[in-house]
Nanobody, 123 residues
Framework: VQLQASGGGLVQAGGSLRLSCAAS????????MAWFRQAPGKEREIVAH????????YYADSVKGRFTISRDNAKNAVYLQMHSLKPEDTAVYYC?????????????????WGQGTLVTVSS
């Protein structure tokens, strides 16, 4: 599976962005997916996770109520809708796939990674 993230950009605090992750490969719909982010000097952290069916989601406390993860298996895509953005949301955002469907929140358990898309939130 190859992943390509897009949709990042510069936005003012309080604004919104929608990230997209396009996947290639016939097995995408079998994998749990997640969005991670990494800010300069910080470790990569999970933002949101969605099960292969889309029936189960998880959000980091820092984004709960502001971000929504979704997927469209027919289109081989995963999305991250972000509202009420804050300067502390500034980071490179990565989509990732977990072929083992481990429900892991740790980046080292994910097999497939997109190239990252930069989100910058100005104050």
């Amino acid at each position: 599976v190859q992943l390509q993230a897009s949709g990042g950009g510069l936005v003012q605090a309080g604004g919104s962005l929608r990230l997209s992750c396009a996947a290639s490969g016939p097995t995408f719909s079998n994998y749990d997916m997640a969005w991670f982010r990494q800010a300069p000097g910080k470790e990569r952290e999970i933002v949101a996770h969605i099960s292969w069916s889309g029936g189960r989601t998880y959000y980091a406390d820092s984004v709960k109520g502001r971000f929504t993860i979704s997927r469209d298996n027919a289109k081989n895509a995963v999305y991250l809708q972000m509202h009420s953005l804050k300067p502390e949301d500034t980071a490179v955002y990565y989509c990732a796939g977990d072929s083992g469907n481990t429900r892991s929140r740790s980046y080292y358990d994910y097999d497939y990674w997109g190239q990252g898309t930069l989100v910058t939130v100005s104050s």
